[in-house]
């Protein structure tokens, strides 16, 4: 089993910036790809990041690509998420995510493990 706990959520002004951090910790190893997927009310659990073990690979749905930045310290069992350029419509909940494969999926039922979730809420 692997436990991810989320932290770095909050409000922001649209412009602003944000760094998400997902924690991993039980059955920890360098094996498992990681990804953030996001879930404003009303909508479906979104695509947002992801990173392949290594951290040689990222990948990004298009709503954030160029304003947001994955990463990933094996050392620390700790993957982030920098989010620059914040628009009203980042508002959701984020999710970090793990499975065991070395290569990232975006589909949120290739991901056993998740965490508990943290606010996001950029204002206008």
């Known amino acids: 089993q692997v436990q991810l706990v989320e932290s770095g959520g909050g409000l922001v002004q649209a412009g602003g910036s944000l760094r998400l951090s997902c924690a991993a910790s039980?059955?920890?190893?360098?094996?498992?790809?990681m990804a953030w997927f996001r879930q404003a009310p009303g909508n479906e659990r979104e695509f947002v990041a992801g990173i392949s073990s290594s951290g040689g690979t990222t990948y990004y749905g298009d709503a954030v690509k160029g304003r947001f930045t994955i990463s990933r310290d094996n050392a620390k069992n700790t993957v982030y998420l920098q989010m620059n350029s914040l628009k009203p419509e980042d508002t959701a909940v984020y999710y970090c995510a793990a499975r065991w494969r070395t290569v990232v999926g975006d589909i949120a039922a290739q991901y056993p493990y998740w965490g508990q979730g943290t606010q996001v809420t950029v204002s206008s």
């Open positions: 039980g059955r920890t190893s360098t094996s498992y790809a």
